[in-house]
């Protein structure tokens, strides 16, 4: 009967721990959640013309700083 009680403690021990581990995180110590990867920082345009592609670009500016999850995909298809 000891031997049960030791496993059943071991296991709640264990359950504990492992939850406490897989929940707890720093989002300021992870770089995928880090602010500026997930930011646009710079914009190409390339394959017009010059002048095309300068065009394109400016219109373009409005989405920079910008988290890449949060643009609405209608809007930058629009632009």
């Known amino acids: 009967m000891h031997q049960?009680?030791?496993?059943?403690?071991?296991?709640?021990?264990?359950?504990?721990?492992?939850?406490?581990?897989t929940t707890i995180s720093s989002y300021s110590n992870n770089p995928f959640f880090s602010d500026s990867i997930l930011k646009i920082s710079k914009i190409e345009v390339s394959?017009?013309?010059?002048?095309?592609?300068?065009i394109i670009k400016k219109n373009l500016?409005?989405?920079?700083?910008?988290n890449i999850f949060f643009i609405k995909?209608?809007?930058l298809q629009k632009k």
Request: charged content about 30%.
């Open 4 to 21: 049960l009680i030791d496993k059943k403690i071991r296991i709640v021990f264990y359950l504990f721990l492992f939850s406490v581990l």
């Open 47 to 54: 394959g017009l013309g010059t002048q095309d592609n300068q």
């Open 73 to 75: 995909k209608k809007k």
């Open 61 to 66: 500016l409005k989405f920079i700083k910008k």
